[in-house]
């Protein structure tokens, strides 16, 4: 089972760009990395998911190193609308199960005027 | 399109009573999941159905959590004998197929035990 391991809390301003680090250390070699974005009073929302390297959506980027034991989601010039929090989730899509379900505590992102 | 519906939003029942959630997942999702949210928590994988059987039930704390999805459509969370420790928002997610790469999740049900 792939524990994942990220900050609890970061600050960003207006404009910026925020980057948010997973550790995910004993990642299987059939798990993708999967993020969410939860915004209070409501159910996560998919960003992204990924196998390696790096992929791009309108919303987000995320980089997968070689080794793949950790990730970062990469949310370029950030919006006071993108305070959240912010999962990242690991496992097998294929399994379908617990493991691949397992939210964590996330990063609760504050974006500051 | 029309997201996932949960009812009702809010809930608030008595220590002991017997309360049912509902889900109402996107046409067509073959997968659902529900979920339990604690404040300040991430949310903690409870059952998972692919149409109408329970894949995998093992995130349920105990028996007297039960979940149904008898058509492959609508599916309710049952809670017997709740307990305050039950209090929690439950999540109801849905996916198009049985690989969880996207799951569309629905405003969740507030539950109150007094």
């Known amino acids: 089972l792939a524990k994942t391991t990220q900050p609890i809390s970061m600050d960003s301003y207006e404009g910026q760009e925020v980057n948010i680090t997973c550790s995910h250390n004993n990642i299987a070699t059939n798990d993708y990395i999967t993020w969410y974005q939860q915004f209070p009073s409501q159910g996560p929302r998919f960003i992204i998911q990924?196998?390696?390297t790096k992929v791009t959506n309108e919303v987000a980027s995320l980089f997968i190193p070689a080794d793949r034991k950790s990730s970062t989601l990469s949310l370029p010039r950030v919006s006071l609308s993108d305070t959240a929090v912010y999962y990242c989730l690991v496992g097998d899509p294929l399994e379908n199960a617990g493991n691949m379900l397992t939210f964590g505590g996330g990063t609760r992102l504050m974006v500051k005027p | 399109g029309a997201g996932v519906s949960q009812t009702p939003s809010n809930k608030v029942t008595e220590k002991g009573k017997y309360v049912e959630l509902r889900c109402d997942p996107i046409?067509?999702?073959?997968?659902l999941y529900w979920y339990r949210q604690s404040l300040g928590q991430g949310p903690e994988f409870l059952i998972y159905f692919q149409g109408t059987g329970a894949a995998d039930d093992s995130g349920l704390p105990n028996d007297r959590f039960f979940a149904v999805r008898p058509e492959g459509s609508v599916s309710t969370l049952k809670i017997q004998r709740t307990e305050r420790g039950d209090s929690a928002v439950y999540l109801c997610?849905?996916?198009?197929?049985?690989?969880?790469?996207?799951?569309?999740f629905g405003p969740g049900t507030r539950l109150t035990v007094l």
């Open positions: 997610a849905s996916s198009l197929n049985d690989r969880a790469n996207e799951q569309f």
């Open positions: 046409s067509g999702h073959t997968a």
């Open positions: 990924g196998y390696k």
